[in-house]
């Protein structure tokens, strides 16, 4: 049985080729695998999920052949889409722009029928219905851009921005490398430190009852 198979690597699979019966085709094999490609982490310590797609691509046509040419068609490719623990709506937004980005041309994923997520509990029948919300960032933002953003939203630029006079302590190095010293803008900030920011501004005005969409929150109805 092998668990988060999308993140093993070319030694790990020929462990597992020899200490299982999937080469000898005259006997069924007795290899387990689950995996998602769409969580593959660790290419940092080769991983290749590629080998987790081959496997896949090999189990849909019924067949399996690895390197010794043996095949053993015992195999199978079983689809987990229920999902128990996000509502429709969510689940909904997800296939959406999944499979807008899936398309086939980045390391061959592909988010098709059989990769779509499905709501595993129904929706109440007297539930309002509640918007997805999708906010996008940029990951990068020029200094131009940077300056007039300062410029616009706080009538005048941080004097050091751009400047050569470098931090003057070890915290205020370990800030401008973040992009997060007091006065600068969103825009010098890393990435990161945006996106979180953007979050807890958004949980602030749901939780807000000065939010037109809907009664206030609790911060217990909140996950991340």
Do not use: C
Not at 138 to 146: C, F, K, S, V
Not at 181 to 191: E, F, I, K, Q, T
Request: glycine residues 6%; without cysteine; aromatic residues 6%.
């Amino acid at each position: 049985l092998v668990d988060e198979f999308q993140d093993i690597n070319p030694l790990q699979q020929a462990i597992l080729e020899a200490v299982s019966r999937e080469p000898d085709s005259a006997r069924s094999s007795n290899l387990f695998a689950v995996g998602d490609v769409k969580q593959s982490i660790y290419r940092f310590r080769l991983a290749e999920p590629e080998i987790f797609l081959d496997r896949l691509d090999r189990l849909r046509n019924g067949k399996l052949k690895l390197k010794s040419e043996a095949q053993n068609s015992n195999g199978a490719a079983m689809f987990l889409q229920n999902n128990f623990r996000s509502r429709p709506e969510i689940l909904d937004a997800v296939n959406l722009v999944f499979r807008r980005l899936m398309t086939g041309t980045n390391q061959g994923l592909v988010y098709d029928k059989d990769a779509e997520l499905r709501a595993g509990l129904p929706k109440p029948v007297a539930d309002d219905h509640v918007p997805v919300e999708l906010h996008l960032l940029e990951r990068r933002i020029g200094q131009q851009a940077a300056i007039s953003e300062a410029s616009e939203d706080e009538g005048e630029v941080d004097s050091e921005f751009g400047s050569d006079s470098g931090p003057e302590t070890q915290a205020d190095s370990d800030a401008l490398e973040r992009g997060t010293r007091a006065g600068d803008p969103p825009s010098r900030w890393d990435p990161i430190v945006r996106e979180a920011h953007l979050i807890a501004t958004r949980i602030r005005e749901l939780a807000s009852p000065s939010d037109s969409l809907q009664k206030p929150l609790r911060y217990a109805d909140i996950a991340i």
